[in-house]
């Protein structure tokens, strides 16, 4: 599902601004990736020792979601520093 979204114009950022927007999206990138490689750790765990996989697959399915909420708090905070609003 698309959403589509509305310029309010030009949109002036600050130097400061930019690099908080960077910051977010390093913070952002950083989470997505440790979640991707909990998933990884999870699953190659629960196969090297099977008898551990049931307390592994509650911390694996935890993951995506958590991925999810970090990239929507970055697009959140992008959308808002550009002046975007959904139509």
Same mark, same amino acid.
């Given at each position: ?21 960077? +910051?977010? $999206? ?10 991707? /490689?909990?998933?990884?750790? %999870?699953? =190659?765990? *629960? ?10 697959? +509650?911390? $694996? ?10 990239? /929507?708090?970055?697009?959140? %905070?992008? =959308?808002? *520093? ?6």
């Amino acid at each position: 599902m698309s959403a589509e979204y509305k310029a309010n114009g030009t949109v002036t950022l600050t130097e400061e601004q930019i690099l908080a927007l960077h +910051k977010k $999206l390093r913070d952002m990138r950083h989470d997505v990736n440790g979640r991707l /490689a909990n998933i990884v750790a %999870a699953a =190659e765990l *629960a196969r090297i020792r099977p008898d551990t996989a049931a307390e592994r697959l +509650k911390m $694996l399915l935890e993951q995506p979601q958590k991925a999810s909420d970090s990239i /929507a708090d970055f697009s959140r %905070a992008f =959308e808002g *520093a550009l002046g975007l609003k959904r139509e």
